[in-house]
């Protein structure tokens, strides 16, 4: 393959892993693969004297989705020239002042500020044109609402899940396959919620890194009404004084900018926050901005990632474990090795698809390293065998398992419909907090129970009490935990319908999933368990994937009797709906951009739903109205809804005609 083939590989290689990762928050390829593909694509790039369209080296990050408004960035966000060279960044510093600070490993947030009050927040996007996410930026948990400056003030920052916020949502995740990947991704997909409910539920953290404006509109201090700074670090103090909290950061000349770099170094590992690396900034602005900028890389700053420390060891085996949907996930054993301070010994190799493409076997000699210093991974194969058997038989059970394809990802999955992990895995998620909220059924527990007969479906919690004697000699039991327990299985009586829909294990489907289709039902279940997918697909917030699994789920007869055997059991506490004033009764609405009078579109949702009507994700030929702001604009919901006929009224002419 000569280099201009291969060139055209990379890229495709490339956008496609660029696309999953920052557009759909999933990862398909490793960062330590990607570094590898764009260094050799840089290479060839350098050696050929030819960039080809659509090469990443050119472009900045990737389009934004179409779900949220997209609103053009005042100032272009450009990313940053990299080395992991510690010598080239004295080299780079030379004789001037820089700031070193943290490269935080979340999702880059413009705000803007006036008259003291957040007006709006807008994700970096393609750099050029971002997602609003106002409403979500509001539920950051250190983020401050109303500041004392009161001019116009722009700044740039990561919003970020610690390590600790991140393991205790997947902590509550049952299905493997389900995890979040990393905070970042986790990260990515709370900002870009379309309900912030999901958003304030994952605690996201905001840091400021860079003010772009300070305008106070009056002149007074300032040149032209335009606050100046002739430092980074001023500039930094400036939004420590408002409320921010800003990125951790060290002043460096050449002559410490190593020890620094020793600093953050040793730091890492503990960090509560991910970090990919460190930026370093001429502190003078103005000389920096001298510099200019090259057709992606501000020349004013450069990034720094970690070298990763790689060890070489021998894969020992294959551990295979299986979930409560059936998924079996790879994860390696191998000779322990010393990475970053502690000793490793097993990484998760996630799906087929990824054991296909590193072509193990069992005696490979593999190399290893902690992506971000924290996860370990296997960076490469070099033996590649390609000799590891794909268990055709369930480790649980015994089942016959099988290898399916889903978003061009493969994965294993056991058939059995009874097996033992997954009923395990099952109940565990019905009595989790989330769920039935059952307290004193460990994972543990629940296993001698099932493994004892007590314990068949679900409905069979409820009647522990047929075991009292048999519990009470059970190791770790006695009168005090027996009681216990009981008093928790019969509180848990009382519950909610989204609560119970969760509990049922159906795939994708969690807690904010369920109140979402509840609430599009009025809570009638009879409605929910016989909706198409289509209908479902409408609901804002659920989507094809989503809808497929809970079709898929009510379509079995064994599960609709187990739902109605189950609410047998349970108190549902009933959601009334009034139905006094239902002027929009059979009326489907669908909204799109900024809203000015409510403050997100859940509140118009609620709103519209009060009033008889529906909100669908989607603008088809059973659409009353589309509600936007920009009524002229050229969005694809405008579009869409001139090509059907369907009417797009602006907010304000929504208010005038149905809310008096």
Same mark, same amino acid.
């Given at each position: 393959?000569?280099?201009?083939?291969?060139?055209?590989?990379?890229?495709?290689?490339?956008?496609?892993?660029?696309?999953?990762?920052?557009?759909?928050?999933?990862?398909?390829?490793?960062?330590?693969?990607?570094?590898?593909?764009?260094?050799?694509?840089?290479?060839?790039?350098?050696?050929?004297?030819?960039?080809? !369209?659509?090469?990443?080296?050119?472009?900045?990050?990737?389009?934004?989705?179409?779900?949220?408004?997209?609103?053009?960035?005042?100032?272009?966000?450009?990313?940053?020239? &990299?080395?992991?060279?510690?010598?080239?960044?004295?080299?780079?510093?030379?004789?001037?002042?820089?700031?070193?600070?943290?490269?935080?490993?979340?999702?880059?947030?413009?705000?803007?500020?006036?008259?003291?009050?957040?007006?709006?927040?807008? *994700? =970096?996007?393609?750099?050029?044109?971002?997602?609003?996410?106002?409403?979500?930026?509001?539920?950051?948990?250190?983020?401050?609402?109303?500041?004392?400056?009161?001019?116009?003030?722009?700044?740039?920052?990561?919003?970020?899940?610690?390590?600790?916020?991140?393991?205790?949502?997947?902590?509550?995740?049952?299905?493997?396959?389900?995890?979040?990947?990393?905070?970042?991704?986790?990260?990515?997909?709370? %900002?870009?919620?379309?309900?912030?409910?999901?958003?304030?539920?994952? =605690?996201?953290?905001?840091?400021?890194?860079?003010?772009?404006?300070?305008?106070?509109?009056?002149? =007074?201090?300032?040149?032209?009404?335009?606050?100046?700074?002739?430092?980074?670090?001023?500039?930094?103090?400036?939004?420590?004084?408002?409320?921010?909290?800003? %990125?951790?950061?060290? &002043?460096?000349?050449?002559?410490?900018?190593?020890?620094?770099?020793? /600093?953050?170094?040793?730091?890492?590992?503990?960090?509560?926050?991910?970090?990919?690396?460190?930026?370093?900034?001429?502190?003078?602005?103005?000389?920096? &901005?001298?510099?200019?900028?090259?057709?992606?890389?501000?020349?004013?700053?450069?990034?720094?990632?970690?070298?990763?420390?790689?060890?070489?060891? *021998?894969?020992?085996?294959?551990?295979?474990?299986?979930?409560?949907?059936?998924?079996?996930?790879?994860?390696?054993?191998?000779?322990?090795?010393?990475?970053?301070?502690?000793?490793?010994?097993?990484?998760?190799?996630?799906?087929?698809?990824?054991?296909?493409?590193?072509?193990?076997?069992?005696?490979?000699?593999?190399?290893?390293?902690?992506?971000?210093?924290?996860?370990?991974?296997?960076?490469?194969?070099?033996?590649?065998?390609?000799?590891?058997?794909?268990?055709?038989?369930?480790?649980?059970?015994?089942?016959?398992?099988?290898?399916?394809?889903?978003?061009?990802?493969?994965?294993? /999955?056991?058939?059995?419909?009874?097996?033992?992990?997954?009923?395990?895995?099952?109940?565990?998620?019905?009595?989790?907090?989330? !769920?039935?909220n059952i307290e004193g059924l460990s994972e543990a527990t629940l296993e001698k129970f099932i493994a004892k007969g007590f314990?068949?479906?679900? *409905?069979?919690?409820? #009647?522990?009490?047929?075991?009292?004697?048999?519990?009470?000699?059970?190791?770790?039991?006695?009168? &005090?935990?027996?009681?216990?327990?009981?008093?928790?299985?019969?509180?848990?009586?009382?519950?909610?319908?989204?609560?119970?829909?969760?509990?049922?294990?159906?795939?994708?489907?969690?807690?904010?999933?369920?109140?979402?289709?509840?609430?599009?039902?009025?809570?009638?279940?009879?409605?929910?368990?016989?909706?198409?997918?289509?209908?479902?697909? =409408?609901?804002?917030?659920?989507?094809?994937?989503?809808?497929?699994?809970?079709?898929?789920?009510?379509?079995?007869?064994? #599960?609709?009797?187990?739902?109605?055997?189950?609410?047998?059991?349970? #108190?549902?506490?009933?959601?009334?709906?009034?139905?006094?004033?239902?002027?929009? !009764?059979?009326?489907?609405?669908?909204?799109?951009?900024?809203?000015? #009078?409510?403050?997100?579109?859940?509140?118009?949702?609620?709103?519209?739903?009060?009033?008889g009507g529906k909100v669908t994700g989607s603008v088809t030929g059973k659409t009353f109205a589309l509600i936007n702001n920009?009524?002229?604009?050229?969005?694809?919901?405008?579009?869409?809804?001139?090509?059907?006929?369907?009417?797009?009224?602006?907010?304000?002419?929504?208010?005038?005609?149905?809310?008096?």
């Amino acid at each position: 393959m000569n280099s201009i083939d291969r060139m055209k590989e990379l890229i495709v290689i490339l956008q496609e892993a660029s696309k999953a990762y920052y557009a759909e928050d999933r990862e398909i390829i490793s960062n330590f693969e990607y570094d590898k593909l764009y260094d050799e694509l840089v290479k060839l790039e350098e050696e050929t004297g030819t960039t080809l !369209a659509g090469s990443p080296t050119l472009t900045v990050g990737y389009e934004a989705v179409d779900e949220l408004p997209k609103e053009t960035h005042e100032s272009p966000m450009l990313s940053l020239d &990299k080395t992991k060279d510690r010598e080239a960044l004295k080299e780079w510093l030379k004789e001037k002042e820089g700031i070193l600070s943290w490269k935080l490993d979340g999702l880059t947030v413009v705000l803007t500020y006036e008259n003291g009050k957040l007006l709006k927040a807008v *994700t =970096r996007g393609s750099g050029e044109v971002g997602e609003v996410v106002t409403n979500n930026a509001k539920t950051f948990v250190n983020l401050p609402l109303t500041i004392p400056y009161k001019g116009k003030l722009i700044l740039r920052g990561e919003a970020v899940i610690t390590y600790e916020d991140f393991k205790k949502i997947n902590d509550e995740i049952e299905d493997a396959q389900a995890k979040y990947k990393n905070p970042r991704n986790l990260c990515s997909g709370s %900002v870009r919620q379309l309900n912030n409910e999901v958003t304030k539920n994952r =605690r996201v953290r905001f840091f400021a890194f860079s003010l772009v404006k300070a305008d106070d509109g009056e002149g =007074r201090n300032t040149e032209d009404g335009i606050q100046k700074f002739t430092t980074n670090e001023s500039e930094f103090e400036f939004l420590k004084s408002l409320g921010f909290e800003v %990125v951790e950061y060290k &002043k460096v000349i050449a002559e410490s900018i190593l020890d620094n770099i020793r /600093y953050f170094e040793e730091k890492v590992a503990g960090y509560e926050v991910p970090s990919d690396g460190l930026v370093l900034i001429y502190d003078d602005i103005a000389y920096g &901005k001298s510099l200019g900028r090259t057709a992606k890389f501000p020349r004013d700053a450069i990034a720094f990632k970690w070298a990763d420390e790689m060890r070489e060891t *021998t894969l020992l085996e294959m551990e295979w474990s299986p979930s409560r949907t059936g998924l079996i996930n790879p994860v390696a054993i191998f000779e322990p090795v010393e990475l970053e301070g502690t000793t490793v010994s097993r990484a998760s190799v996630h799906n087929i698809s990824i054991v296909k493409g590193l072509k193990l076997g069992i005696g490979d000699t593999i190399t290893v390293y902690k992506a971000n210093m924290i996860i370990p991974q296997i960076a490469e194969n070099l033996t590649m065998s390609d000799s590891l058997e794909i268990p055709e038989c369930c480790p649980a059970c015994g089942g016959k398992t099988e290898v399916r394809q889903i978003n061009e990802v493969q994965s294993l /999955y056991c058939t059995n419909a009874e097996c033992s992990a997954k009923k395990i895995k099952a109940f565990t998620l019905f009595v989790s907090r989330d !769920a039935l909220n059952i307290e004193g059924l460990s994972e543990a527990t629940l296993e001698k129970f099932i493994a004892k007969g007590f314990l068949h479906d679900f *409905t069979d919690i409820f #009647h522990l009490d047929k075991y009292e004697d048999e519990i009470k000699a059970m190791e770790g039991f006695g009168e &005090k935990s027996y009681k216990n327990l009981i008093e928790s299985v019969e509180n848990a009586r009382q519950t909610t319908l989204p609560k119970v829909i969760y509990s049922l294990g159906i795939a994708n489907i969690g807690l904010a999933n369920a109140k979402m289709i509840c609430k599009e039902y009025k809570y009638n279940l009879r409605d929910m368990v016989n909706a198409t997918v289509e209908e479902l697909s =409408r609901i804002d917030g659920v989507g094809a994937v989503i809808a497929g699994t809970f079709y898929e789920y009510f379509k079995e007869e064994k #599960h609709r009797q187990l739902v109605e055997t189950l609410l047998e059991e349970l #108190h549902i506490a009933v959601e009334t709906v009034d139905e006094s004033n239902q002027i929009l !009764a059979g009326k489907a609405f669908a909204i799109t951009g900024s809203l000015e #009078h409510f403050e997100n579109r859940n509140q118009l949702k609620e709103k519209i739903e009060s009033l008889g009507g529906k909100v669908t994700g989607s603008v088809t030929g059973k659409t009353f109205a589309l509600i936007n702001n920009d009524a002229a604009s050229n969005s694809s919901k405008n579009k869409k809804a001139r090509e059907l006929g369907v009417e797009i009224m602006t907010e304000r002419e929504f208010l005038d005609k149905y809310v008096k």
